[in-house]
């Protein structure tokens, strides 16, 4: 099965720091989104990026499908940003609306 | 977006016993539920797909028999964890696809299982 490996695994930040988070698939894909999941443990939905760019406020992403890989860029972090970040993919040969998640973020941004 | 109402947030039980976990689209139609395992600092791990009126689809190496999956009805999934044991305490998650834009999938807000 397709294969989503995320880098860096751990991230620690300062209050007002920029970072570059990576997710890379092995297979091509339908659909690809990036979800933050807070210390409660809910999955929010930041984008759903299957190709192109996007930005929200201070985040903002970057998929390049036909390389298989996915950016998503925090600029300015706040302590709210605390969480760890996934990217999910949907194998595009199934076509089943099934995420598989990849390995993971964990980002901690202190004052 | 679309609201994904799981319930219990929070179960702690006796091993043997059977515990049941409800996932919910409060304001659209799913024909089609994911339930999720998340062990602490590990990913989430599809364990099966949800199918409404039909059986459940099984991820390899996550037992039928134990984890009963029963989607009766267009807006409820439920999982029923049989037989627990200490081994299945885990942060179980379930997800529905909405068609609403570009956004597919939405998730509860998962359930914490602790098997004493």
């Known amino acids: 099965g397709i294969q989503v490996e995320q880098s860096p695994p751990d991230l620690i930040l300062q209050e007002g720091a920029n970072s570059t988070l990576r997710c890379n698939f092995s297979?091509?894909?339908?659909?690809l989104q990036w979800f933050h999941q807070n210390p409660w443990g809910q999955l929010i939905n930041l984008f759903y990026?299957?190709?192109g760019t996007k930005q929200n406020g201070r985040l903002s992403a970057t998929t390049v499908a036909t390389e298989r890989y996915s950016l998503l860029y925090i600029s300015s972090s706040q302590t709210t940003d605390s969480g760890v970040y996934f990217c999910?993919?949907?194998?595009?040969?199934?076509?089943?609306?099934?995420?598989?998640f990849g390995t993971g973020t964990r980002l901690q941004v202190f004052p | 977006g679309a609201v994904v109402s799981q319930h219990p947030s929070r179960v702690i039980c006796k091993s043997g016993t059977s515990v049941k976990i409800e996932c919910r689209s409060l304001?659209?139609?799913?024909?089609?539920m994911f339930w999720y395992r998340q062990f602490p600092k590990q990913s989430l791990m599809l364990m099966a797909t949800?199918?409404?009126?039909?059986?459940?689809?099984?991820e390899q190496g996550v037992e039928k028999d134990k984890f009963l999956i029963n989607h009766a009805s267009l807006t409820l999934s439920t999982l029923t964890v049989t037989s627990a044991h200490p081994e299945d305490s885990s942060f179980y998650i379930c997800?529905?696809?909405?068609?609403?834009?570009?956004?597919?999938?939405?998730f509860g807000s998962g359930t914490q299982l602790s098997v004493l």
């Open positions: 999910a993919v949907e194998d595009i040969s199934y076509n089943t609306d099934k995420l598989i």
């Open positions: 297979d091509s894909v339908n659909n």
């Open positions: 990026i299957p190709s």
């Open positions: 304001d659209f139609q799913a024909t089609t």
């Open positions: 997800s529905a696809a909405a068609r609403t834009g570009g956004e597919k999938l939405f």
């Open positions: 949800s199918n409404e009126g039909s059986k459940a689809t099984y």
